[in-house]
């Protein structure tokens, strides 16, 4: 038997194990089959061969030739090894730069976390989820819980630091990333995520996807409408395989082991100077292609985090964590998809950090003596009542926000909210009655204070 030895340059091995690894990295889905962009043209490949590829290395290949082999002959069978590719890094992120350029909290679950709840931060039907609980049982897991982020561009590189509520062992378990939106349509353009985060910068667990036919978010953007389309569709980089072995890494921070840190080249997005960004994290779904959530899934089917409602506890949507989004590169007005509270007078500073003019809505559910509805002195409050606090006026399909149970006098309280307008109503009804109280459209101003009296009246 004769044996050729076969030479292929670098990029073809490139070639190879780009897609031998797309093969691998597909969505459980295989409706959503999504292939990783390879987009070399053959000038490139071209260039490539004289030594300015990114990756570089020289495979040898065996190929065995069978011989002539007479009728009688039993061919014994022979193996060609797959080629394998080695990745060679030319830079690498620097340290972590100091201030903020954008940034923006999240609610800490943790709170709440013993009564298997999360307090607020939640809106389903606005693509915001605040789910660091398991499905059913609602355990909660701190790695989970985003408390805080930053961003910041250095040099050629954008960094972004999320962190957490705790870690879980030790460690960072989830899958960590952000969200941009590059045209402040609403609908995200680009995807990072990063898992199994190390303690040094490192391309390990790191995707970067792309949305080319501009369908993440369905019909409506960031709304619950069951119109999904295939999402983050290309697999732009994946662990070191693309275009560029370092378009993006991620690392734990090393002062603080309950952040994630990402780091992805600025030409990776063009150089984009104004767009939208939110971060996530992910244990539960990690699936590009169903972005955005809310139209992969039916509120019931997803569950909700928020105890009282008929949704409660989470389902097939659980573990997963994302934060309102912010601006970068323009101050907010307030009317761009999905952005977080802005205040009613923004003052442009270079550092851009969101805050909330707090508001309040309170009142009281109480057993009405008389028939009116309206409450009196003397008439008895009805403890253990939920109370649901929902986005938009009554009737609208705004989202649930919070909700609360009162206490032994029946007051009820809603704190923290940004002005606009809520629906406040009572799901459960917490007495038999013959009349009751309907649901209250309330409209607050920053700062303002708005009330909603619930009463039952029934005779017997």
Not at 34 to 60: D, R
Not at 227 to 236: I, K, P, S
């Amino acid at each position: 038997m004769n044996t050729k030895k076969c030479y292929f340059n670098g990029i073809a091995i490139f070639l190879c194990g780009a897609v031998l690894l797309s093969a691998c990295n597909l969505p459980d889905s295989t409706d959503n089959a999504i292939p990783i962009a390879l987009t070399q043209t053959a000038a490139v490949m071209s260039t490539a061969v004289e030594g300015t590829q990114a990756i570089s290395v020289e495979t040898e290949v065996t190929v065995s030739e069978t011989p002539a082999l007479e009728e009688t002959a039993t061919p014994e069978p022979s193996e060609t090894p797959e080629p394998t590719a080695t990745i060679v890094h030319l830079t690498r992120p620097g340290d972590f730069p100091g201030g903020r350029e954008s940034g923006m909290t999240d609610p800490d679950s943790s709170t709440t976390a013993g009564e298997k709840r999360a307090s607020r931060g939640e809106n389903f039907a606005g693509n915001l989820y605040e789910r660091p609980f398991s499905a059913e049982n609602m355990a909660y897991f701190p790695d989970l819980d985003i408390t805080y982020t930053t961003f910041n561009r250095s040099g050629a590189w954008v960094y972004v630091e999320i962190k957490l509520q705790g870690t879980r062992d030790g460690s960072l378990q989830g899958t960590y990333g952000l969200e941009l939106d590059l045209n402040v349509d609403g609908r995200g353009d680009w995807l990072i995520l990063a898992s199994d985060l190390q303690s040094d910068w490192s391309t390990d667990g790191v995707r970067v996807w792309q949305d080319t036919n501009k369908d993440v978010g369905g019909g409506i953007a960031l709304q619950a409408d069951r119109q999904g389309g295939n999402g983050y569709d290309l697999l732009v980089f994946d662990q070191g395989i693309g275009n560029d072995p370092d378009a993006a890494w991620a690392r734990v921070d090393p002062t603080e082991a309950n952040a994630a840190q990402i780091a992805f080249k600025y030409a990776l997005i063009g150089n984009d100077d104004e767009f939208l960004w939110g971060a996530w994290v992910d244990q539960g779904v990690t699936n590009p292609a169903w972005y955005d959530y809310n139209d992969h899934f039916t509120h019931e089917d997803a569950g909700s985090p928020l105890s009282g409602l008929p949704q409660y506890p989470l389902k097939a949507l659980a573990e997963v964590d994302n934060t309102c989004r912010w601006t970068v590169g323009f101050v907010p007005d307030g009317s761009e998809p999905g952005i977080c509270p802005v205040p009613a007078t923004p003052t442009p500073t270079p550092t851009l950090t969101p805050s909330v003019v707090p508001g309040n809505i309170s009142g009281i559910v109480f057993r009405d003596g008389n028939g009116n509805l309206t409450y009196q002195t003397g008439e008895t409050g009805l403890g253990g009542a939920g109370v649901r606090l929902r986005q938009g006026s009554c009737g609208s399909p705004g989202g649930e926000m919070a909700s609360t149970t009162t206490g032994s006098d029946g007051r009820y309280s809603f704190s923290g909210l940004a002005a606009g307008t809520y629906c406040v109503d009572v799901p459960s009804d917490p007495a038999t009655w013959t009349a009751k109280s309907n649901p209250t459209t309330i409209t607050i101003g920053p700062g303002g204070n708005g009330y909603a009296n619930f009463g039952y009246f029934y005779l017997g």
